[in-house]
């Protein structure tokens, strides 16, 4: 007989992995309860979720959100099976609804490294499978906001030129005016 519960957490889980950017499975081997809370609470904050959750619910959960690890291993052949292969022992799922999912890899990633304790197994971003140094990469790339601010100025920097230059030669003219007027014995304004 199937626990009615289970049933309800592994719809729960597909329903979360399936609405969510990011899907990270970690080790959260070493990691005490209280730096457990003081990671989920910088999680919360940012829009994501960190369980743990039993290994064979975690694989049923994203069999039913189809997401699907085929070509993690280097084989496209078929997809391995998620729950018997790459989720083993303890596993923490990061679940980020976020509108920036890179944010919460990044404070994930740094946390494990910070503390030296636990490590990244897999996941998805964007519903594609992500190996550990997938990951690892995503969590060097600057935030959505600096990545919005360094393409505004990019953007603002040859139009702010271009005025530069055309305000220029005007002062230019101005300052050319104001000689050939002084010279003639004109007024001085300035």
Known sequence: MVNEEKINQVEKLAKEAAESGAVM???YSGLTVVEMSELRKRLAVLGADL??????LLGLALEKAKLKDGGLDGSL????NLAGVRLKGPTAALFSRSADPIESIK???SYLKEKAKGEVKFG?????PMTAEGFAELAMLPGKTVLQSILVSQLFSPIYKLAYVLSASQRK?????SQISKTRGGVDNG
Do not use: C, G
């Open 51 to 56: 369980r743990v959750v039993k290994n064979t």
């Open 107 to 109: 404070v994930m990633v």
């Open 124 to 128: 998805f971003f964007e519903k594609k």
């Open 77 to 80: 052949d078929e997809p391995s």
């Open 25 to 27: 499975f970690s080790d």
């Open 173 to 177: 003219l101005v300052m050319a005016l």
